[in-house]
Every structure is written in structure tokens, then in C-alpha cells.
């Protein structure tokens, strides 16, 4: 049986981590919609050109665009024994439009406090060379080395204080339509994510184990 995850949680909640763990345990691609944003500003695509200034002021892209990539990316093959979606859907209309690609889904919603995601956003920096996201001991440190692989840590540019605000405002008017979109069905699994990230980890395993 394919396993379809869509991962719901405000920026700053571990959501990307969380995805990292979980894409490695099932086997799943890992989709991330933000991901593939910022690659396509980075190469200077067409695409990428379209949304870099929507990005860089924390607001959404278009329901529509942002559909279509992932209705083209739920086309390839690698998606046949599941996957996991990383920032989309954010909308209900996004949401609406997911279920006429593929209704059967287990929805998990990592749940944060706003004061303890914009603690953590202001020392949260992504490596340059990996990818990985973690935390430094003081909101202006840069130039740290990854404790991964040496790289060079650096601020995401949307992680900036006005723009998180704009963020956490935007998540917060699309979150509470989007959940009640997915809270009645019995594939919706709510975890507290205020956890260290290893115990989120076991509660989303155990979650999706016992949902299957
Ligand atoms: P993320 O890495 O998921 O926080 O996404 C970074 C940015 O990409 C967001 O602030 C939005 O501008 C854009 N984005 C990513 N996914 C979506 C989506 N599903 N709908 C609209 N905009 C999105």
C-alpha cells in the first residue's frame, strides 16, 4: 500500500527535519514545495524569477502555480509507492485540489506555539553545502561550519524578523481553514512539537504505524 504523508506545521516548527526523518524511514520522495521554490530562484529559471520577490517578502504564491508543480511532480514514478508532501498544500483550495489528485492521505500537523517559533527562527540557519537546518547559540552568529559536513551555515533569507512575522501572520490565516479541512478524518494525526526533535519522531512513527 503506498503511503501518501502530507505534513502540516508553521515555519520553524521542525517541519523540514521531521520530513528529512520520515522520507528516510518509509522510502518516500520527500516534496518539498519550498525546496523546490528556492532551487528554481537559485538556477534563475523562468519559475524561479516569478516568485523570488513573493518569497523574499514571506508571502504565498499563487494557488494555481503552486498546484500545477505539484500536480506535475505527483506524476513521476518514484511517487508510486508514496510520498511525502512538505509545505503543500498551505490553502484550502490547495487542499480541495490535492484530494482530485489523490484523496487517500494521512495528514500530520506538528503543532508550535507563535513565541517559541520565532525564538527559534532567530537562530535557525541552513547549511550551504548539505541542506541541513539547525540551530545556533546566538541569533547573530554566522560563518559557523556545519557540524555535518564543515559547510557554511547562513540565514535563510526569509528567516529575517519582519519577514518571519509576515510568515507566521500568513500561516495563521490559512492554517485554521486548512486543519478543519483535514481534522474529522481518521487519517489526521496531531503532534506537539514542542518536543525535543528525537520525541517527535517517535510520536509521528508510532502515529503513522498505528493510523496504517
Ligand atoms: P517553505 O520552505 O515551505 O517555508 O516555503 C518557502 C516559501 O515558498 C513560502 O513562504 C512561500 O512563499 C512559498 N511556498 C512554498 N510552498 C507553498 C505553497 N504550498 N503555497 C504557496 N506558497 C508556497
Known amino acids: 500500500m503506498p503511503l501518501n504523508l502530507v505534513l502540516i506545521g508553521p515555519p520553524g516548527s521542525g ?11 518509509y522510502n518516500l520522495p520527500h516534496i518539498s514545495t519550498g525546496d523546490i521554490l528556492r532551487q528554481a530562484i537559485r538556477d534563475g529559471t523562468p519559475l524561479g524569477r516569478e516568485v523570488e520577490a513573493t518569497i523574499a517578502g514571506g508571502a504565498l504564491v499563487s ?4 498546484s500545477s508543480l505539484v500536480e506535475v511532480r505527483l506524476q513521476q514514478p518514484d511517487v508510486a509507492r508514496g510520498f511525502l508532501l512538505d509545505g503543500f498544500p498551505r490553502t484550502v483550495d490547495q ?28 537562530t535557525r540557519r541552513v547549511c550551504r553545502s548539505c541542506g541541513l537546518t539547525q540551530s545556533v547559540s546566538a541569533d547573530e552568529a554566522t560563518g559557523e561550519a556545519c557540524p555535518y559536513c564543515g559547510g557554511t551555515l547562513v540565514r ?14 500568513t500561516y495563521a490565516t490559512f492554517a485554521g481553514p486548512l486543519i478543519a479541512h483535514y481534522r474529522t478524518r481518521p487519517q489526521f494525526v496531531p503532534i506537539d512539537g ?8 517517535d510520536d509521528i512513527f508510532r502515529s503513522i504505524g498505528a493510523v496504517r
Do not use: N
Request: proline share 5%.
Open 15 to 25: 517541519k523540514g527535519t521531521q520530513a528529512v526523518r520520515i522520507a528516510r524511514r
Open 63 to 66: 494557488d494555481e502555480l503552486i
Open 95 to 122: 487542499a480541495r485540489f490535492l484530494d482530485t489528485l489523490q484523496p487517500d492521505l494521512m495528514v500530520i500537523h506538528i503543532d508550535v506555539p507563535d513565541d517559541e517559533i520565532i525564538k527559534r527562527l532567530s
Open 156 to 169: 535563510r533569507e526569509d528567516d529575517d524578523a519582519r519577514t518571519v512575522k509576515t510568515r507566521l501572520t
Open 194 to 201: 514542542v518536543k525535543e526533535p528525537d520525541r517527535v519522531s
